[in-house]
């Protein structure tokens, strides 16, 4: 479950893959697949799903050619500033947490506990 302001998994990992550039959503999720590895894979439904709710939220749109969309490579989607802005957000909140978790665990082991 996500609050208004985090982004789930799939949200994070679009949002990293389109800001590197605009792409279609096959596209995305084979780099998506791809960068996480282990046999994952994303389902055309989480994708859209997520997709979507990343279009509502002002994070993401179709991108256009002079106002149409080139149907022979599906739609293409980029970044939008308030989903560079939200990325930047939820990697900063991520590197805080692994400090944190460094900072516990080297308090934990000076203590002996575990």
């Known amino acids: 479950m996500t609050t208004d302001n985090s982004l789930s998994n799939v949200a994070l990992e679009i ?3 389109l800001n590197q550039g ?3 959503g096959y596209a ?4 998506v697949e791809k960068r996480l590895g282990d046999g994952f894979v994303l389902g055309s439904g989480s994708l859209y799903q997520a997709i979507q709710r ?3 939220r002002g994070f993401l749109a179709e991108q ?3 106002g149409r969309v080139d149907k022979r490579r599906g739609r293409v989607y980029r970044i939008e500033p ?3 802005d939200a990325l930047e957000a939820e990697l900063s ?3 805080r947490v692994l400090e944190q978790a460094g900072s ?3 308090a934990a082991a000076g203590t002996g506990r575990r």
Do not use: N
Not at 28 to 31: E, G, V
């Open 64 to 66: 256009t050619d002079g």
């Open 54 to 56: 990343l279009e509502r």
């Open 93 to 95: 909140r991520m590197r």
């Open 104 to 106: 516990a665990s080297t």
């Open 15 to 17: 949002l990293v893959t």
């Open 22 to 24: 605009p792409s279609h």
């Open 28 to 31: 995305i999720k084979l780099d």
């Open 82 to 84: 308030a989903g560079r």
